[in-house]
C-alpha cells in the first residue's frame, strides 16, 4: 500500500508548495529529536518532505499514488533503508559522509557564520539609538542580507539526504540553521515595533545556535571526517 506522505504532513494532496513548507517546519519543530520528539516520526516527516519537495519525485509519487492500477514499490526509498542495503558498501558509505560533508555541512555553517558574527556589533551600534533612522535602516539591511543567506542554507540543506551514520549531526545542523531562521524573524518584528522582547529571544535564539555550532565542530572532529 502506498504511504500517503500528504497525510504524513497533514494536507491535501492540492496542497500549495507555501503549505507545505509550512507544513514541514511546524511539524519538524515538534517532533524534532532534541524537543524530545520520537526519532522515527521526525524521519517520517523528514521522508515525506524530500518527496513532496522535489517537483520530479512529486510528480512520479502523485501518479502512483493516485492511480488504482498501479502499486508503490520503490519511490523514494526510505534513506535509512537506503544505507541498511548490503549494495552499499563500506567505502561506498565513507564516500556518501565525505560528499555530504563537503557539498552541505561545510557551506551551511559558513552561511551560519556569516549571519552570527557580525550580529553583535549590529546591535551594538543600533543600540546606541534605536530610534535613529539610518542606524535602524543599517540594522535592517543586516536583516535583509541575512534572511537572503538562510534561504540559500535551505535550499542547500534539501539537495542530499543525510547519510544514516551521521544522522545526529544533520539533525543538528538543521537545528542550528533553524533557530537562525527564526532569530532573524524576531528582529524583524523587534524593528517593526520597538518590543524589546523579540530582540531578547531572537538573541537567546542565536545563542542556541552558537552552542549547536560548537556541538557539531567537536563531533565533526571527533569523528574525523
Partial sequence: MVKNFYEELGLKKNATKSELKSSYRSLVKKH??????????FLAIQ??????????????????????????????ENWEEKFN?????????????ETWIKEIYTPINRLISQIIKPLNNEIKELSADPYDDQLMENFCNYISVSKKKIDKVDNIY???????????L???????????????SEFDRYTQGYVDDYLFDGK??????KRIQTKMAKEKKNKDF
Fill in 32 to 41: 524534532h529529536p532534541d524537543a524530545g520528539g520520537e526519532k522515527e516520526r
Fill in 47 to 76: 521522508n515525506a518532505w524530500e518527496t513532496l519537495n522535489d517537483p520530479v519525485k512529486k510528480e512520479k509519487y502523485d501518479r502512483k499514488m493516485f492511480s488504482s492500477n498501479t502499486s508503490f514499490h520503490s519511490l523514494n
Fill in 85 to 97: 542495503s548490503k549494495k552499499y558498501n563500506s567505502s561506498i558509505k565513507d564516500k556518501e559522509v
Fill in 158 to 168: 534539501n539537495q542530499k539526504f543525510v547519510p544514516k551514520s551521521i544522522t545526529a
Fill in 170 to 184: 544533520g539533525l543538528d545542523l538543521y537545528h542550528c540553521f533553524s533557530q537562525v531562521k527564526d532569530a532573524l
Fill in 204 to 209: 537567546e535564539m542565536i545563542k542556541q545556535a
